[in-house]
């Protein structure tokens, strides 16, 4: 079993001996994720396995915690932003912007990238590198600034 996986299980448990109710229903969602990834793909959870776990819970969540803004619905904001405060825990040291813009420099030197076109070529060399250490849709938005 994988260290993330025990470190969520044991959580639980942790959670729910202090009896707190929200920390308990979202590393239940969570640990519910996991299982369904082990279930449905037939994988063993790794902890890369557990990591893109959280990241899509935790991108889940940040469209949710969008949409209630855009609604009116600063209530349930709030409660997805506890929500991904508490899942961005299970994840690593998030890399800082000056990290992000190095890495995509040397993406664009080692791939040769040239313009837009290229976007495939720098994310397929940079995303391994920078797993469940930065939101990829900002990312994203990086590249195609430095390559626009």
Do not use: N
Not at 128 to 141: E, H, I, N, W
């Amino acid at each position: 079993m994988s260290d993330l996986k025990t470190r969520v299980l044991e959580d639980i448990k942790t959670a729910m001996k202090a009896g707190e109710k929200e920390r308990v229903s979202t590393l239940r969602m969570l640990s519910s994720e996991m299982k369904q990834r082990e279930v449905v793909d037939s994988v063993e959870l790794t902890d890369a396995v557990v990591t893109a776990c959280v990241e899509k819970m935790v991108k889940q969540r940040r469209d949710a915690e969008k949409q209630y803004r855009d609604g009116g619905r600063p209530e349930l904001a709030d409660k997805e932003a506890a929500e991904i405060a508490l899942l961005m825990a299970y994840l690593p040291q998030q890399l800082t912007a000056p990290e992000l813009d190095a890495l995509i420099a040397q993406a664009v030197a080692e791939t040769g990238a040239a313009g837009a076109k290229d976007m495939g070529k720098v994310m397929g060399w940079i995303k391994p590198k920078v797993a469940g250490r930065t939101d990829m849709g900002a990312l994203s938005g990086l590249i195609k600034a430095k390559l626009g």
